[in-house]
């Protein structure tokens, strides 16, 4: 069983025009096995909330907190966030030039576990993934987020999260610019985590179409840096129906 809890949390960013305050105070607590829906209108601080969380060097913490099963994450690098069961699918991955899929997930994992996972099981893990994520065997040799398409940058960001097996992810719009067809089958691959793992999803979307696929179990509204509403799955169905401008005119 794992919490990871946000507490107060309020962040700055550096513009040209001088600092301004992105998050106003944000609370909210993932346990094992809950899927949190994060929705908001565009500019809310919705990225802002996961880049934080994953330690991205931009972001300021003026205030509050973020724990990990009682750790505090805040002090620890991106690296031991991660060896701490974080994983961050980042709403814009990098491309990592020369690095074939293959390496870069047998790295990470390497990292993550503190030694080598074992050949054979590995490579047939490696194998199973992919093909439940319908991705070719080529796709393994390939330089990481080189010319990937994107719907290939969204199966590899849930390949790792099913081969690193984190404890908590922060998914920040895997829906955005995939088809029908691969939003089915990235959906079903993070279900598919969430069953045979236990793991905690804080699913951060601006529609509610993912949320046929991945049923979350809150739903909170995401305003103005900070959480101006939250309820269960019967919340997105009204968002879908009245959109953010009640939100909107509240703040
Ligand atoms: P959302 O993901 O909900 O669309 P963001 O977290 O991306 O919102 O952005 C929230 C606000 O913070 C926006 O006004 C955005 O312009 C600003 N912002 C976010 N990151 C940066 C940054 N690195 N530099 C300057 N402004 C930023
Ligand atoms: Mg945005
Ligand atoms: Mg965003």
Do not use: C
Request: glycine share 10%; proline share 4%; no cysteine.
């Amino acid at each position: 069983m794992t919490t990871l809890e946000i507490k107060n949390l309020h962040v700055s960013v550096d513009t040209p025009e001088g600092t301004k305050q992105i998050l106003k105070g944000v609370d909210l607590t993932i346990r094992s096995g809950e899927t949190h829906a994060i929705m908001g209108p565009n500019g809310s601080g919705k990225s802002t909330l996961a880049y934080s969380v994953a330690g991205h060097p931009k972001y300021t913490i003026t205030d509050g907190e973020v724990l990990l099963d009682g750790e505090n994450v805040l002090e620890m690098s991106v690296d031991e966030r991660a060896k701490a069961g974080l994983f961050l699918a980042m709403q814009y991955p990098v491309e990592v030039p020369g690095v074939s899929v293959s390496n870069f997930l047998r790295t990470a994992k390497t990292a993550i576990d503190g030694e080598a996972p074992k050949l054979r099981t590995w490579v047939k893990e490696v194998k199973g993934s992919m093909e439940n994520l319908r991705m070719d065997a080529s796709f393994a040799e390939r330089n990481v987020n080189e010319g990937f398409s994107g719907g290939e940058k969204k199966r590899h960001e849930i390949l790792q999260m099913e081969l690193l097996q984190p404890k908590i992810a922060i998914l920040d719009e895997t829906d955005s610019g995939l088809d029908v067809d691969a939003l089915r089958i990235v959906s079903e691959g993070v279900n598919r985590v969430k069953d045979n793992t236990g793991l905690g999803v804080m699913l951060i979307t601006h529609y509610t179409r993912i949320l046929r696929y991945i049923k979350p179990d809150f739903v909170h509204v995401f305003v103005n840096g900070r959480v101006a509403e939250q309820g269960g799955p019967e919340l997105a169905e009204r968002l879908e129906a009245e959109g953010y401008d009640r939100f909107l005119v509240e703040a």
